[in-house]
Structure formats: C-alpha cells, structure tokens
C-alpha cells in the first residue's frame, strides 16, 4: 500500500481516529464514583463557585488545551471546511500529549466569519487553560488571534502564525552564528506574504533583525510602497511595504544574506542562490515541495549555503512541533494570561542554545546513526530530542513571570524536574540520584576513556556538576576526539603509556603476585589494560569510582576491579541489580548479571545489598525472593534456597526492611494475591526488590519486564565491591554513563 492507504488504514482502525479520553482517578467503586459524579461533586463546585482560580485546582483545566479550526486552510489542502479538518486537529492533539503531555479538546467550528467565531470561542473560555488556534485562513487569522487575546483572559496562539516564525528564528540565530553575521546587518528576502510571512519577518525583528533591511514579495512581485499607494496590497502587507524599484522574487535576491520560503515550490533557481552575498542562509520552507531543493541549493555555490527545509528527510526542518507543545507547556503551568512577544523570543533562544550541546544517542540513532553536530547541518534540535520539554518550557514559564503573564510563580530548578518527571519515572528516579551526587561530587575514573561516548559522557558529568571525571587513554588521542567533536571542556586524562605510574604496577603485582602474575606482567597490564588501571586507581584512592565494560564483554570487565578491588569487608559476593521503572511503580531486580547458581547465603546476601540500593534512590526496599513455589506449595531444594534464604534475612536484626519467600511473582507484586490469599506475609505491600533464585531466571525475568512491560531499565548496577564500580553493558548510551556515574558518586559519599 502507499502512504496515503496506509493513512486511511491507520486512521480507521477500531478504535477509529487517534484519541480518546481516559479517567485520571479510580472508578473501581461505589465511593470512586460518589466522588467522582454526585453527590461528592458539589463540594468542589462551590469551592469554584467561591474562587474561579479554584477551577485549576479541582478540574483538568490546567492541562487542557482546545485545538480550535474552522478548515479554511488546512495544509496544502485549502479551505475543505470544518468537518474535513478534524484529523488534522486530532492529530494535532496527539503531538500536545505525546511532546508535552498536554490533554486536547480539538473543537471544529462550521464557521467562516471572523466576529461569529471570534465569540463561539470566548464562550468556551472556562473550559480551556489555553486556545491553539488552526489552520484559517488570512487576513481572518490576524483579527481573530488580536480579538481573542485582547478579550479573554488565557493563552491563545495561532500555530499557522507564530509556529515557524519561532523555529526559523532559532534556526536564523545559529545560521548567523555559524555565518559570522550580525541579524543587525543582514537583508532578508521574503517568499509569500501570507499569514506565516508576516508573523515570521515581525519575529525576526523583534529578535534583532532591522525592518527596513526586510523585502517581501507576494505572486505580484516586491511588496513596495508603490504598491501600497496604488492600494494593491492588504494593510499587513503594507507593514513590510518598502521603498524601492519594482520588481520580482529574482530582483529581490540579488545580494541578499537570508531568503525564507513561505510559498510554494520549485520556484527558486540556482542562478538566484548564486546572485545572493557570500555564505548564503537559504529557509525554504514550502511544503511538501520547497522553494528549491536542498541538493539543488547546496550545489548552487563553492561557499557554504546553510539550508533548510520543511521536510523531515533533510538536515535543518522546521517543525512546528519544535514550538507549541513546550510553549504551551510553560504557559499553562505558570497559569499565564497570554503568550507574548517576551515569550517567542524565550523559545527560539532556548532553541538555538540546544542546537549548540551535544546530541543524545536516541536521537542520533532515531537518525540513521549519522553523526549529528552543531554546524551548516544541524542548526535545530530535532523534533524527537526529549530535552526539548525541559529546556524550552522553563524559559517560557521564566519568561511569562519576568513579563508579567504569570499568575504564579514556580521555582524553575524545581519545575525542570517535575517536567523530567513528565517523561517517565526512570528520569524522576535519575534525579534523586543526580540531585545527590551533585551536592558532593567525587572522582570517576572511566576506562576506556578513547571512546567516544566516554568522552561526551566526560563532557557532560563534568558540565553538570555530577562529578569529577578522569578518562583513561591516550591524551592525544582523546583530546583530538573531543575537539572534533566540538566539545568545550579541558579534560583530566591519565595516560598510562605517558605518566609515571610505576607504583600502579608495583600495586598490582603485591595484589596478584600469588595468583601468577610477574612484575613485568603487572607493568604491561597498567599499560595496556584500562580495566587493570582503573582499578588500581580506585584500590589506591586517586580515583573514587571507576566505570568500565563499554567495549567489553560484562565477565571479562568485571573480572579486573574483582581481582584488584574486591568485595567489601562485610560482603562475600557482589551482584548486578536493574532498576525497572514503570509508570507508577519502581522495582529493582537481582542478581541479574554476576551469580550464576547461588544458594541461600548468596541470595540473602544479593538482597541485603539490593535493599540497601534502593535506599540511595529514596525507595524504602520491601523484598521478596521468588520461585515457582509459594511458601512451601511445592519442597524441594530449589524452593528451600530462598525459604531459607528469607529466614536468615528475618532472623537478622542488620536487615531492617520486610522480607519473605519463597513466593512465586505474581504473589509478590499483586496486592489483592498477597493481602487476600497470603495476609501472614511479612509484606503489608507488593514488593518492590525481586530476588530471583538463579542468573538466568533473574536475566530473563528482566529482559520480559523490560520489553513486554514496557519498563524503563537503569543498570545494571553492581553492588557489594569494596569500592564503588560499575559495570556498562556493550552498546550503552551515554546518558547510562552518565546516569551510573551518578549512582557510583552516591555509593562513593555512602563510604566516606
């Protein structure tokens, strides 16, 4: 099938369309719905009826957006009137939830005069906590997003509008960095004159672009003042009217810095890319054809053309999504009365300013796994950068309370954090660990510091406080990596092959000398072998936490800080845990990487250490150690390993969190099974530490958590060393780095 029978396939399918509406509360009882329906309702009726501001906190208004159109002019497609637009306004729904969590009512007025839907929508004010108006038609979206935003008190924003007028201008600000341009200086040339010319050249002067340096052409040629004085030219038109010769689109362009596409394609030539002035800034934006194709442009000329497009299969698209969601985002939870000029501004500045950091390996692989830096081709975030949501929402909210819009005020360190949160609990449990690490930093080697990602991981612990990073490798070679990566930070590096590290093999040879290895050997290995190094290094206490195994198979990294560093003094055996992060709930499974066959005392101690794990995300550990028996249904040595195994943990006054078992999954995790059938349990709540009787049952269980239960998975995290150490999976991102170098910084502060 083609693009279009797929569509119609997708749209159709049962449910059909793309949303629906979902309780928030439980409904699973008589009293749910006396509170929910009558008679409980009445009360926050008054509360409301006493304080209208109440209506945020009692009712969903807060969250809830109405996507507004009248279908005079949607896409491409033109005026095909309410009806046909509803898709287009649902899915526009669907890209406030899924970028911003933002709930939509998408409201399709039959309705094509202007004062009529003007006041259908002032009616619906007490619905909404903001209006995203649609895809109308102009002059007719200019008088009604001026009456709307002067006659009621929220939000109101014409995407059509505003939308590419903000990512454009982020893109128009790093393309000038890039360019070496002052906005002050360049000339711009503008394509189309309709609703979203207009709206962008007015956002470009207000982001320091000059007026008078601003030529507009419609089908007619250059907007000019001629024009304007033969009437032939709408009154926003004549904002943009300029006094020079007549002419047309190619007249326009000869010597110009900027030319911006809001019209249609194919009618831009290489001979004109080649008459504008050196190292051209090229957005054409027409769609789905733009003005002149990407390849065509960039050929055009031997100097760089920085292009971009409204299409998703070049560099630099200008997707409104970019824009709306996050703005709306922030404007609803400052509760604002508006979104102003003050506000724009703030998105396309964040905009820009996160072009310019390093990109998440998610996003990059959701690009083909091409490289993606901040350069000709890369000047906007992508739409699927989750930072996004916590960058560009702040500076709304920040932006709204600094202008006045605000009617509250939010702690914006706070506010970065519930947005986080918004984007599943693994980010929420993250920054407890994060905001922990950062209050004390402490020293983390990484291994196989030449890695790129080792490298960018580096960038960022030492950017955002988590800790102080020491990559270990060649300093030439990593140095060379992190300037080619564009990388502002001067990393601390130990070069085996270049300091004098002689009491590191000294070290290790006192270590090993009677499991067979020589002082030549030993010198060769801190040489050689980052893991052997880093491992000195954090035995001898120049390093506090060490993290390797990025290129390694997990035995043969772990092996090297087992035989240098060792277990902790009280413990026999480490272990290797996942945290799995669902929507409500928080479980950490072990031992899912180090012990394959272990008996009661492996197992009470994998629990002990685990419980004590949870401790450092704030999760006060309820255990359960599991089987395919529920407290003796079935005896049999593999059931006896983990009934003795909770005996010994409850007989022990040291573990001081709820323990039972043997008990098989599905008991331990469902409350109605363990309150109802199994009440004499030690567990009052579903457990939220999984001890599995064996490695290969806990790497199963996991993995099946993991992919089927759509959990989030942080690890693994290994526990009982002597020092912290932590031990990557092949293949990790580099926000996992990250994320375990924060975790080894907190088991690090638990040991001082």
């Known amino acids: 099938m083609g693009l279009d029978e797929d569509a119609l396939e997708y749209h159709r399918t049962d449910p059909p369309g793309k949303i629906e509406i979902s309780t928030t509360k439980p409904t699973n009882t008589q009293r749910d719905l006396s509170l929910a329906y009558s008679p409980g309702v009445a009360a926050p009726c008054l509360e409301i ?53 933002i709930d939509v009512f998408d409201i399709e007025l039959d309705e094509a005069d202007p004062d009529k839907f003007v006041e ?42 505003h939308g590419t007028a903000i990512i454009s201008g982020a893109a128009l600000l790093n393309a000038a960095d890039i360019a070496d341009k002052d ?26 672009c000059k007026r008078e340096n601003i030529t507009m052409c419609d089908s007619s040629g250059i907007i000019t003042e001629e024009r304007a004085r033969r009437d032939e030219i709408n009154e926003y038109k004549r904002e943009f009217a300029r006094d020079v010769p007549e002419g047309d689109l190619a007249d326009a362009m000869a010597g110009a810095d900027v030319f911006v596409g809001l019209s ?82 703030a998105c396309a500045e964040a905009l820009a300013e996160l072009a310019r950091q390093d990109v998440p390996d998610a996003v ?35 932006a ?158 772990l092996r090297p800080p087992l035989q240098v560093i060792g277990t902790a003094p009280d413990v026999d055996y480490a272990a290797g845990v996942y945290m799995l992060t669902f929507k409500n709930r928080v479980i950490f499974v072990a031992d899912a990487t180090v012990n394959q066959d272990p008996d009661e005392e492996v197992l009470a101690e994998v629990t002990r250490q685990t419980g004590k794990l949870a401790r450092r995300f704030n999760i006060e550990p309820r255990a359960a150690l599991l089987s395919y028996s529920n407290f003796g249904s079935v005896d049999n040595e593999g059931t006896r390993k983990p009934r003795r195994a909770a005996q010994m943990l409850q007989d022990d006054p040291e573990a001081d969190f709820p323990v039972d078992g043997e008990m098989q999954a599905d008991t331990a995790v469902v409350e109605d099974i363990l309150e109802g059938t199994y009440g004499f349990s030690e567990l009052d709540d579903p457990a939220n530490v999984l001890v599995f009787p064996n490695l290969e049952s806990g790497n199963i269980g996991y993995k099946l958590l993991q992919r089927l239960g759509g959990a989030d998975a942080i690890g693994p995290m290994l526990v009982g060393m002597d020092k912290p150490v932590h031990v990557l999976q092949r293949g990790d991102e580099v926000k996992d780095i990250v994320n375990l170098a924060g975790v080894a910084v907190v088991d690090a502060q638990q040991s001082d």
């Open 120 to 161: 259908a929508v002032k009616m619906m004010e007490p619905t909404f906590g903001g209006i995203n108006l649609e895809d109308i038609k102009a002059p007719e979206c200019f008088t009604i997003e001026e009456r709307l935003r002067e006659e009621i008190d929220i939000p109101v924003f014409h995407d059509d509008q």
């Open 49 to 101: 009826d006493d304080d209208e501001t109440d209506a945020y906190t009692y009712t969903a208004k807060g969250n809830l957006v109405g996507v507004v159109s009248n279908g005079s002019a949607v896409l491409g497609l033109g005026d095909i009137g309410a009806q046909a637009s509803k898709p287009v306004m649902e899915g526009k729904g669907v890209l406030f939830k899924r970028f911003a969590d």
């Open 400 to 557: 709204a309370m600094e202008s006045g819009a605000a009617r509250t005020e939010l702690d914006l360190d706070e506010y970065e954090e519930e947005l986080e949160a918004r984007l599943g609990k693994s980010r929420e449990m993250m920054r407890v660990v994060l905001n922990k690490a950062k209050s004390d930093p402490k020293t983390v080697a990484l291994a196989e510091g030449e890695n790129e990602k080792m490298i960018r991981a580096a960038y960022q612990i030492q950017e955002q406080g988590i800790a102080l990073p020491i990559l270990i490798g060649d300093e030439s070679e990593i140095r060379r990596t992190a300037a080619n990566l564009g990388l502002d930070f001067d990393p601390t590096v130990a070069d085996p092959a270049a300091g004098d590290y002689e009491g590191y093999a000294d070290r290790l040879h006192e270590l090993r000398a009677r499991k067979g290895i020589t002082r030549t050997e030993a010198g060769e290995l801190i040489e050689r072998d980052s893991n052997y190094f880093g491992s000195v290094m954090v035995e001898r206490g120049d390093a506090d936490a060490l993290l390797t195994g990025l290129s390694h198979h997990y035995p043969s990294a």
């Open 183 to 208: 906005l002050e200086d360049l000339e711009i040339v503008f394509s189309g004159a309709g609703a979203s010319a207009i709206a962008t050249a007015r956002f470009y002067v207000s982001l320091g």
């Open 264 to 345: 249609v394609g194919g009618i831009v030539s290489q001979g004109m890319i080649q008459s504008m002035a050196d190292d051209p800034i090229v957005f054409a934006m027409a769609n789905p054809d733009p003005e002149i194709g990407y390849e065509e442009a960039k050929s055009a000329r031997d100097d760089t053309v920085i292009m971009a497009t409204g299409r998703s299969d070049y560099p630099n698209q200008v997707n409104n999504v970019l824009g709306f969601p996050f703005i709306f985002r922030g404007a609803l939870d400052v509760r604002a009365t508006e979104i102003n000029e003050e506000m724009k501004v």
């Open 364 to 398: 990059v692989k959701a690009y083909g796994d091409e490289p993606i830096q901040y350069g000709p081709e890369y000047i906007i975030p992508k739409p699927v950068d989750p930072r996004v949501l916590f960058r560009v929402a702040p500076s709304i909210a920040e």
